[in-house]
């Protein structure tokens, strides 16, 4: 599933996994994942690596449920968690208020900033913005549904973060844990 031009690039766009309901709006940004949620973040994370799609750099709000998403993903990718386990590259990881309840322009935005030298970029965030950044990216590639808790969308990019633009990333791969 890599992608064999060494000049594209990959952006992996995550919604985050099922969270717990919530009882009050200004709690929002602190609910928990679910239990499912949790085993479909792990879920996303041994795709992730199964399809050769290591992040060098992961952009995650600063949600509650979007940290535990990547700490689930993480899990998946590796086995351990971010900050340990066997020895090898560990993507940059930047958390950003920014992309807490971020409209797509917003995303884009951040996803402009990524290293140039990376190669792979994960960006965790919420619903409406997230699902609104795929169809952006590729106006043909979504359906009217979104991004489903936990969906991975694999976008192929132009050979620069910076040059990054509507309608210029192919949607390559959707995945989700649940059928």
Known sequence: ???????????????HAKAEQGSDAADDAERPLSARGHADAAAAGAWLAHHGLLPDVVICST??????????V?????GSPPEGGPTG??????????????????LLSLVRTVDPEARTALLIAHNPGI???????????VDDEGLRTAELAVHRCPPSWMELSRSEAPLTARHTARG
């Open 1 to 15: 599933m890599t992608d064999a031009d060494p000049d594209t690039l990959t952006l992996v766009l995550l919604r």
């Open 63 to 72: 949600a509650r449920r979007t940290r535990q998403t990547w700490h689930g």
């Open 74 to 78: 993480a899990m998946g990718m590796t």
């Open 131 to 141: 699902s609104l950044l795929s169809a952006l990216l590729d106006p043909e590639g």
């Open 89 to 106: 590259p560990r993507p940059t990881v930047r958390y950003e208020p920014g992309a807490y309840d971020a409209h797509p322009e917003e």
